[in-house]
């Protein structure tokens, strides 16, 4: 019976993780042709400027882990074994982390912005960003927290989810800032004002560490309850 509950639960990842790899290659197939949705700059988002968002970065992140994860997880069936191995782990937390990040953000600062410019607050949530704002991101964070329960992560794992916005604000930076080869999409200068760059690039990691930590704390109690119900 426990056996049936756990292949059962391993199809059902695996059946998550396919679709988010698969969802991702299709919408970034259509970005990098088309253009992004939800409010951004179609013309200006085409081809590798597609890739300039953190938006398209975490979710291409997350669909190449889930990957990973789905040929291990179909290993595990084959093999009839249980373990994932502690990297793939720390990976899926990372991308979990990035995701969870585009979503607050998208929640509490782009989505409120869509008011104030008149539109509503779901715009953000439209088109393909309906899945990169919001679907996508959920999923992630849900295969994370249910999927492998054999490691207990702390501060070093968390820690390790700054890693996509650290790179990303550093990137987001110097084009925005210094080379002037990027408009601020994202509005984080305020209309201009550059030094705000370095404390809403803080803000953004002290949320990241807080998402990391909530993450972290949630996956560790189901496998405080696993330990217990052995």
Known sequence: ??????????????????????????????????????????????????????????NILAGLVSLAIAVMIAINIYKKQEKMPYTLVLLQSIAATAVGLTFVVAATFLAPKQILAGESYFVTFSGDMFFFHFLNPLLAIGAFILGDKDYLFGSK?????????MIYSVVYA???????????????TFGGKTYTIVPVSLVIYMISYLIGLLLIKLKNFGKTIKSFRK
């Open 157 to 165: 794992e968390i820690l390790f989810g700054l890693i996509p916005p």
């Open 174 to 188: 110097c084009c925005v800032v210094y080379a002037k080869v990027w408009e601020d999409f994202y509005g984080f």
């Open 1 to 58: 019976m426990k056996k049936n509950v756990m292949k059962r639960k391993k199809l059902i990842l695996l059946a998550v993780h396919l679709y988010m790899f698969l969802s991702t290659l299709i919408i970034t197939i259509m970005g990098v042709t088309a253009g992004a949705g939800a409010g951004q700059d179609g013309d200006k988002m085409k081809g590798l400027g597609y890739f300039r968002a953190f938006t398209m970065d975490s």
